[in-house]
């Protein structure tokens, strides 16, 4: 976290020393779902390798009802303008990503626009979850674009280079407590060390308890109990025992 930020408040990225793309976690219950986006998953890529135009969208079809999600890549080869002095500057050209599920209407899932200027092979990755199972139908095309009348060259042509499968590792991992996270591999020179702060069960301890000053054992006129982040085992098969008992049938 930066430097003054409140670890006890609310936690906005802004408060954050590095960013990430995505993070999410379980706490370890019995049914706990699987991490729907970070999780691993089996992929196929598909080459397409088709130039991309306003007037007539490029589409692709996935039937495989297995598949979860698919991520599409975009070629950019250059993206220039040269004026008719010479002048080199940067272009722009809008994509727009749609998907239509058992021949229902096409929805706009991505939007983008790719600007800047290079002379070198660019590519554009975009990750599409699907909120159902396919067939869907995938279709790419181009909308706006840097007009090409006032310059001598306008390098903006775009290609849709592959899109790939992908099938997510569903395990769940009950009764285990983890934590997954994308981050931009640009911001460390290698897989950054992760540590986690555990608080686990608040469980309830005598509070009244009184020592035996012959033989050490713990005396009580009643039992009071107080919640605190413990790790005495005892006191943990207590909370299970006592409070936990209508869920014992799922711990395994």
């Known amino acids: 976290m930066r430097a003054g930020a409140d670890p006890a408040g609310t936690i906005s990225r802004s408060d954050l020393n590095f960013s990430y793309q995505a993070i999410d976690f379980r706490t370890g219950t019995q049914n706990q779902a699987y991490l729907y986006e970070i999780g691993t998953s089996t ?36 993206l220039y303008v040269q ?55 995938i279709r790419v095309y181009i909308g706006n674009k840097r007009p090409s009348g006032d310059v001598a060259v306008n390098a903006n042509t775009v290609y849709w280079a592959s899109y790939t499968e992908l099938i997510y590792d569903k395990t769940r991992y009950p009764n285990s407590a983890l934590v ?7 911001q460390f020179s290698s897989i950054p060390t992760r540590s986690y702060h555990i608080r686990g069960i608040k469980v309830q301890i005598p509070s009244n308890a009184t020592v035996d000053n012959d033989n050490g054992r713990l005396l009580y006129s009643y039992l009071s109990f107080s919640l605190s982040w413990k790790s005495i085992l005892l006191f943990l098969g207590y909370i299970l025992l006592s409070v936990l008992d209508s869920d014992l049938a799922y711990i395994h």
């Open 43 to 78: 992929q196929s890529e598909n080459s397409v390798n088709v130039e991309l135009s306003q007037d007539t969208p490029v589409v692709r079809s996935i039937t495989n009802t297995d598949v979860d999600g698919v991520r599409i890549t975009l070629s950019v080869p250059q």
């Open 83 to 137: 004026n008719f002095n010479g002048d080199i500057q940067g272009s722009w050209v809008e994509i727009y990503i749609q998907a239509s599920f058992n021949g229902g209407a096409w929805t706009t899932v991505k939007f983008d626009t790719i600007g800047g200027r290079t002379a070198d092979l660019y590519q554009r990755r975009y990750r599409i979850d699907f909120n159902q199972p396919p067939p869907v139908d």
């Open 180 to 186: 997954g996270m994308v981050l931009d591999a640009e």
